[in-house]
């Protein structure tokens, strides 16, 4: 049959790969079980459409003013441009050098 193909299989490998990284995120990002069970059956059983129209919905949540990078994190999560973050001990740490040395 075709699916013993080669291409067929590193179709479904590729596809496979994709869903499971997709849902690490949205597993991360979703509060309730009953929304990650919802999404995680749409990522499956329709691929691109489904992680699309996640991804759309992430999109229109968005308030006017929010950085498009808040779509990574759930709601309530750190905040990487916070003070608070850059001093917590997180590893990152402010510079007060200027990335690029002026030629003054």
Same mark, same amino acid.
């Given at each position: 049959?075709s699916i013993g193909t080669?291409?067929m /299989? ?14 690490c995120?949205?597993?991360? /990002?979703?509060?309730?079980? *009953?929304? /990650? ?10 691929g691109? !459409? ?8 992430q999109l229109l949540?968005l308030r006017?003013g929010?950085?498009?990078s808040? !779509?990574?994190v759930?709601?309530g999560?750190?905040? !990487?441009?916070?003070?608070?973050f850059h ?8 510079s007060?050098?200027? *990335?690029i040395a002026?030629?003054?």
């Open positions: 049959g080669p291409w /299989k590193a179709t479904l490998i590729d596809f496979y790969t994709n869903v499971l990284v997709l849902l995120w949205m597993w991360y /990002k979703e509060t309730s079980y *009953l929304a /990650k069970c919802f999404w995680t059956s749409l990522f499956v059983c329709l691109s !459409i489904g992680t699309c129209l996640y991804v759309l919905v949540q006017q929010q950085p498009l808040r !779509i990574l759930r709601e999560g750190l905040d !990487i441009n916070s003070a608070e001093s917590s001990g997180s590893g990152i740490t402010e007060k050098r200027p *990335l002026s030629s003054e």
